[in-house]
């Protein structure tokens, strides 16, 4: 390996939401954190000296994309995925979330339903019901540990609940589920067919494990871009979640016409200046760390997977396709929720985020987030294990 995830980077004092706010969010300042879904390693030195560049030059003032942002982010997908895309689709944004949230504005009236597949990140579910629309959960299958879309009822729903946008995230974020090109094909269909918007959220795209391979909605058939709005990020992939960059690529003109009027009331403009130096710099240099990363981090996944089922019998991780979080499932010990959460939070010390938060029907599981030291990953198995010992 080129690159060393070993490392272990005390964040502590760094204002760091993941480290720094054990107090103030969970009234105890020793927990070992493994939830919000940002990682523990630094950029490689070759993106850090581009920043550094950026940094020394001492002018911050307004930005906004030139040819070599789209070309480094088209020499991205297009190496990766095999597609690109005209700069003339993309808005930037604040985020995902933020986009998330105006799309919902954008493309859907008060009171229309907008789609979601629980248990999954729970600001989807948040942006529905900030904006004043119905929230209509389309409950993935959970079955011999894996999880897989009921189309059935997803067709069903859209009819009948007057569905006019699904927000979808592939890989899906908690279960770790890559959808196939047939998922993801079949979903598009249906969204075709009942008039839906297909918001598809690829954040974590650049995480797929051996025997996974991933097909982003900008690979689908043309036909289906009239529906496609594609919200994309290099957030997760080198943890520059507080450099708020983010792409909005919509295809159709009309519907990207919608998206921009929204942008325009929301009152945005430009982009976050680091956070579009950023993107250049990880896209055009960051290629190989991703590939080490991606390596390491499913070693993670196989350690504590391997741990858990050897330690903690009753505990079932449901396997990942990809992502760097581990969705684990606690029902098997007949306990309640609340001392489920006892457990994890004051014998264990871990700070994870509960199953709750992603919907009701998982509230007895966890997710685990893995991008982290595999010494961090070895101690947390180690607290989870005595925390469970005598049941
Ligand atoms: C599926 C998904 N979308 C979006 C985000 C956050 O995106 P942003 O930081 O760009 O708002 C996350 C963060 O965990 C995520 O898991």
């Known amino acids: 390996m080129k690159y060393n995830f070993d490392e272990i980077i005390d964040r502590h004092g760094t204002d760091c939401l993941k480290y720094d706010f054990g107090m103030k969010r969970k009234g105890r300042d020793d927990l070992l954190p493994m939830w919000v879904a940002d990682m523990d390693f630094r950029l490689p030195d070759e993106i850090l000296a581009e920043l550094r560049r950026r940094v020394d030059h001492g002018i911050f003032g307004y930005t906004d994309p030139l040819d070599d942002y789209f070309e480094a982010l088209n020499c991205w997908y297009s190496s990766r995925y095999g597609f690109t895309v005209d700069p003339e689709w993309v808005t930037l944004g604040a985020g995902l979330v933020?986009?998330?949230?105006?799309?919902?504005?954008?493309?859907?009236?008060?009171?229309?339903?907008?789609?979601?597949?629980?248990?999954?990140?729970?600001?989807?579910?948040?942006?529905?019901?900030?904006?004043?629309?119905?929230?209509?959960?389309?409950?993935?299958?959970?079955?011999?540990?894996?999880?897989?879309?009921?189309?059935?009822?997803?067709?069903?729903?859209?009819?009948?609940?007057?569905?006019?946008?699904?927000?979808?995230?592939?890989?899906?974020?908690?279960?770790g589920r890559v959808w196939t090109e047939e998922e993801l094909t079949k979903v598009a269909e249906l969204?075709?067919?009942?008039?839906?918007?297909?918001?598809?959220?690829?954040?974590?795209?650049?995480?797929?494990?051996?025997?996974?391979?991933?097909?982003?909605?900008m690979n689908l058939e043309e036909k289906y871009r009239k529906i496609l709005a594609f919200y994309s990020s290099p957030g997760k992939t080198f943890n520059i979640a507080?450099?708020?960059?983010?792409?909005?690529?919509?295809?159709?003109?009309?519907?990207?016409?919608?998206?921009?009027?929204?942008?325009?009331?929301?009152?945005?403009?430009?982009?976050?200046?680091?956070?579009?130096a950023a993107l250049i710099a990880c896209y055009r240099l960051g290629a190989e760390w991703v590939d080490e990363l991606t390596a390491y981090i499913y070693e993670n996944v196989q350690y504590a997977k391997a741990f858990i089922s050897e330690n903690l019998p009753k505990a079932k991780v449901v396997d990942p396709d990809g992502t760097y979080l581990l969705w684990v499932d606690f029902s098997g010990y007949g306990i309640t929720q609340d001392e489920l959460e006892d457990r994890i939070l004051n014998r264990a010390k871990l700070w994870l985020d509960a199953g709750a938060i992603f919907g009701a029907e998982t509230a007895l599981f966890e997710r685990f987030n893995l991008a982290t030291p595999r010494s961090v990953v070895e101690e947390a198995m180690s607290r989870l294990k005595s925390a469970f010992e005598d049941l």
């Open 98 to 175: 933020y986009a998330i949230h105006l799309s919902v504005r954008a493309f859907t009236a008060p009171g229309d339903g907008v789609m979601v597949m629980q248990p999954v990140y729970y600001p989807f579910s948040e942006a529905i019901r900030n904006n004043g629309r119905k929230l209509v959960n389309c409950q993935l299958r959970y079955e011999n540990g894996r999880y897989s879309i009921d189309f059935e009822a997803l067709e069903c729903k859209m009819r009948e609940e007057n569905v006019k946008a699904l927000v979808f995230c592939n890989p899906h974020n908690p279960v």
């Open 191 to 217: 969204c075709l067919a009942n008039d839906v918007t297909l918001m598809v959220d690829e954040i974590h795209s650049d995480f797929i494990f051996p025997g996974h391979r991933f097909f982003s909605c």
């Open 242 to 276: 507080g450099l708020q960059s983010a792409n909005i690529i919509i295809p159709d003109e009309a519907l990207r016409a919608k998206y921009r009027k929204a942008n325009r009331e929301a009152g945005y403009s430009q982009a976050n200046v680091m956070g579009q």
